[in-house]
Structures are given as structure tokens and as C-alpha cells.
DNA sequence: CGCGACGTTGATTTGCCTCAACGATTGTGG
DNA sequence: CCACAATCGTTGAGGCAAATCAACGTCGCG
């Protein structure tokens, strides 16, 4: 029996005891384009899995202004990490939006670390992929302190294709740090070359 | 019997035995200060855990400049994360630098990994610290988006008194992404008021 | 003492922002 | 299916924060 855990853990192998039983503390949730997964304030207790579709998470500064943190799309976990995984819990302090219509499965933190304890391939799993996301981070704060808007820019449209063709360009724009307004003369002066 | 392998594990209890047996797979390090821990290009195997002193990770962009990726202080870890976490494999892009002088346990990312295999509770405890580190790292790439230079600087002296004491000025602008010239601006501005 | 490393200051330049206006594209109700 | 509105993207003018370039104090150390 195939099943959508086996797409959540990268093509594991678990016995239909196992399947089932992980199978149970899941949720399937339908998204549709401009809902919120999580607004600001809310409490954050679990995470998501996308099967399909696009989200992006932004957070608004005091100015009013969308900071884009990041995107996900089929393959990506997503939820408020910073309220999840932060020492102290806190409220949600970004929003999770749905940016293409998406299916998600939803897993509650609580159970996720139990199924971590009680199943080492799960634990290693998570590790790995903590362990890359460590190295991205790293990647992405050496980038901003090296790269001009220019460079960031060819390098977003480089490293995340699938991504290029979900989001809007100010989406881009909020992620990469700038205004709408310099992506585009950025954008100009590419395509005169 | 008190060892460094409690220390390191934020006073984790273990059994003798399990003592002994992890001690065998550290090796201690001192350095001085302006000794390189890592420089680019060498292979990168192990994690260090810092003891005592103080180092910092940079790398050198294409036009010579210095950029600080982290510092790292009595009970932080550190090492080349791009080169040992990144999904392959690659040569270190950054030095790791001793800027007072330090003792270091290092341990090799291999055996790090069996050690996780074979004791949860390890496990749990790299766990625990990467999902800390992942939120750090949403926190500080949002404050990159959101502050401006001075007040990231500020957000700097007050998060990390300790490493403040430790480093130079121009250690600070090359972490925070601005010149020393700029730095020495803002700290006038904030003197004079 | 004298040298090198570090920090400061000034003049100028530059990359990106802000504000304002105007096309282009998308979506929606009649 | 069209008409119109809303959303999104582009362009221009002007401004500002920080970079660059250059010079000069200051501190610590051989």
C-alpha cells in the first residue's frame, strides 16, 4: 500500500502497522489561494507538510511593511518556526499564506517529537533534514552580506525555479529584501542584456 | 566523577561507563589567539565544542572582503556547517579563526552521528539545539530585513554582551554587513546621546 | 621609540528607497 | 463575453543611508 507518509519521509520504509499508525495523528488540510494557514498572534503547535500547491510565510514590520521569510512548495515542511522551535514558546509572530491552491497534512509538534523518540529513522530523518537547513541558513546569511540585489535576485531564480512560477514578483521582491520598484529595474536591466 | 562531557551536554547525567566511553572519541584543542581552528579549502570532519576563549567564522568574498558568519563563546559549538551539513559534501568556504585564547573538544561529525544512533537522549539534545539555532536563524534573517544598521547594532551589544567584549570592532561590522567606517559613525551618534 | 593594527573623520559616490504617476494584466459581475 | 475595477508591474525624479576613498589620530607592543 502506497501512502502519503512514504511522500512525507522521502520513500521510507514502514510496515503497515507503522503507516497506520503515524497515519493517525495526521490531518489533510485544503487550502485555496489567499487563505491563511496561521496569522499572526495565533498559537503554533504543529507543522505542515505540502503535498501540492504554494505558501509563503511573511511577517509585517512596524512600518507596515511584508518581510517574506520563506516559501514552500510540494516536498517542504512549513510552519512559525520561530514560535515552534524557539526556547521560550510564543505566539505566532509571522503569517502563513496560500499562495496556490494546496493540499497539506498537518502533524502537532507534541506528536511529531513522540514519533521522534519512538522511531530512530524518524529522528534521524528529522536531523538530516534540520542538518541541511542549518547549512541553507548559513548559505542565505552569507549571501545577503555578500550579494547586491542583482546577484540575490539571479540567484533566487537560479536555485528555486519551481518557486518562480507560484509567486508574485513583489513576493520576490519582500523576500530578497528590496522594494517592488528595484526588482523591476533590476528585472529591465537583466533583460537588456 | 565531574568531566567536560557533562559541560557539553548542559549537565546531561550519565553512567560511568557511557562517560568513559564518549570520552574516548574527544580529542582536546588549544589554540591561541589569530590560530585558525579551519581554513578554506580543508576537508571539514568534526564539530568542536568550545570550553573556554573565543573564535569567529568568516569567509572572504571575491573582492577580499571579511564577512562573520557567528562567533562562538564558552558552551557553543561550532565548525564549518555549510561544508559538514549541506546535502553534499564539500571543502570548507570559510576559517574559523581564534580571537582569544581557547580550549576546544573536538569530536568527529561521524562519531557525533553514532553517538546519536546509540543514545537517544544525545539524539534529543541535537535535536533540541538545531531546532533552537533554525529559529535563531528566522530571527536574524528577519532582523536583517527589518533593521536598519544602528539598530541591529544595538540588538548586537545586547544580545551578546559577552562576545562584545571579546572581539574587534570591525569583527562586529563585518557580522552585522557594514563597514568600519560606518560602525564607527553609529557608535559616535550613539555616544552622543 | 617606532611600527603596525585599529579606530575615527571628512568628502564624495552609489545603490536602493520613497513618492507619485501611469501602463498592463487579471478577475469579476452584469 | 465584455466592461470596469482591482491588482500588479513599470517608470521617473529626488532623497538618504551606507559605501568608498583618503587621510589622520591613537593605542599597544616588540
Redesign the pocket.
Known sequence: MTSIITEMFRNMVFTEHELQYMQGKLKKIRLQKKDFLLQEGEEVHDIYYIHDGCLRTYFIDT?G?EHTLQFAVKGWWTSDYIALFGRERTKSVSYIECIKDAVLYQISKDDFDILCDEMPKISRFHIKNLESAFAAFHRRILENLTL???ERYLNFIKSYPTIEQNV????I?SFL????????????EIASE
Chains 1, 2 share one sequence.
Open positions: 512600518t511593511k547586491s540585489a542583482k508574485k514578483n513583489y513576493h521582491a529584501g528590496i522594494t517592488t520598484e528595484s526588482l523591476s529595474r533590476i528585472r529591465r
